[in-house]
């Protein structure tokens, strides 16, 4: 079967750094997608990994290792305003995504 | 300006009753999506249409149906024959399945059984 595993929750301070980890195991890969979903909301993009490495995007960098079946999510320099559960999502050999259940990260003062 | 717009907010069903939710997008996406999310479990698929008039099963797709006549819109229909439909409903569409192009959400709609 597919299986995408994130920490359930996760809980940082204000103006540090968290890195929130998400391992996958699918059939086939065609790139992981980190998106952020605050609370009875829909889901923003944040990030897109095809190739092993790092994307940074500001304040936001994805790291990918296929080999490993891993990606994180660092988030530095933390406001309040990123309190919110983050999706890992992974496109499978059929051009499906398959999502992670969420990683919600508390921020605290 | 572009975007996804779903509706209702939140919707009522009634037991025995079909409901219908509404997703309409004005990015000229091909391909449109429905999942279904609770809480704590991951979004998960229940159809998806990548032209107009075909659509497929995703991976809960028992319960439900849809249409695909226009490109703008990709209505679901939550019948009777679905018996836990309490959920958030998200609608979403893309241009393409490869490549960076990702999913665009609509805001969702929140659906309760009375």
């Known amino acids: 079967g597919q299986n995408i595993d994130q920490p359930t929750e996760m809980t940082a301070t204000e103006g540090a750094i968290v890195q929130i980890n998400c391992t996958y195991q699918?059939?086939?890969?065609?790139?992981l997608f980190w998106y952020q979903q605050h609370a009875g909301e829909a889901p923003t993009f944040l990030s897109y990994?095809?190739l092993d490495g790092l994307e940074e995007k500001g304040r936001f960098s994805s790291f990918l290792s296929r080999s490993k079946g891993y990606s994180y999510l660092l988030l530095k320099e933390l406001q309040m305003k990123d309190s919110a559960s983050y999706l890992c999502?992974?496109?499978?050999?059929?051009?499906?995504?398959?999502w992670g259940a969420g990683t919600k990260l508390i921020i605290k003062p | 300006d572009g975007g996804i717009t779903q509706s209702p907010k939140y919707l009522f069903r009634k037991e025995g009753q079909n409901v219908t939710l509404s997703c309409e997008q004005n990015?000229?996406?091909?391909?449109m999506y429905w999942y279904r999310q609770d809480p704590g479990q991951g979004l998960r698929l229940i159809y998806y249409?990548?032209?107009?008039?075909?659509?497929q099963k995703g991976d809960i797709a028992e319960g439900y149906s849809v249409s695909r006549e226009k490109k703008e819109s990709f209505p679901l229909t939550v019948t009777s024959a679905q018996k836990n439909p309490t959920a958030f409903y998200l609608c979403?569409?893309?241009?393409?399945?490869?490549?960076?192009?990702?999913?665009?959400f609509g805001p969702g709609t929140r659906l309760l059984v009375l």
């Open positions: 979403a569409s893309s241009i393409v399945q490869s490549g960076p192009e990702t999913q665009y």
């Open positions: 990015l000229n996406h091909d391909a």
């Open positions: 249409s990548q032209i107009v008039n075909d659509f």
């Open positions: 699918t059939s086939g890969f065609n790139g």
């Open positions: 990994n095809v």
């Open positions: 999502a992974v496109r499978d050999s059929n051009y499906q995504l398959i």
